[in-house]
């Protein structure tokens, strides 16, 4: 079993900046990839940005140059700045985890949201 506990999130207002941490733990050999996705009212749950154990990147185009993910292996723990926030960046978003445990299984985590909202 792998938790996930996250922090951050909250109300800015339009051009302002936030950051959300994600640490998890339990029986983890390897994290492979963590990341958040986001979920607005209504919409399905889409990717936002994701961090590979070797550093590599993939976000969003609608968050490119604004959002920036980063990784702490040795905590099990990733960041994410997100600056210049756009109303349209509201939503509830979601950390998740692909790790490798002790028995070699692949398994993948969802922590329990967090909410932003930025308003115009």
């Known amino acids: 079993q792998v938790q996930l506990v996250e922090s951050g999130g909250g109300l800015v207002q339009t051009g302002g900046s936030l950051r959300l941490s994600c640490v998890a733990s339990?029986?983890?050999?390897?994290?492979?990839?963590m990341g958040w996705y986001r979920q607005a009212p209504g919409k399905q749950r889409d990717l936002v940005a994701a961090?590979?154990?070797?550093?590599?990147?993939n976000y969003a185009d609608s968050v490119k140059d604004r959002f920036t993910i980063s990784r702490d292996n040795a905590k099990n723990a990733a960041s994410r700045q997100m600056n210049s926030l756009k109303p349209e960046d509201t939503a509830d978003y979601y950390c998740?985890?692909?790790?490798?445990?002790?028995?070699?299984?692949?398994?993948?985590?969802w922590g329990q949201g967090t909410q932003v909202t930025v308003s115009s």
């Open positions: 998740n985890v692909n790790i490798t445990d002790f028995n070699w299984a692949i398994l993948r985590s």
């Open positions: 961090i590979t154990s070797g550093g590599r990147t």
């Open positions: 339990g029986s983890i050999f390897n994290i492979n990839a």
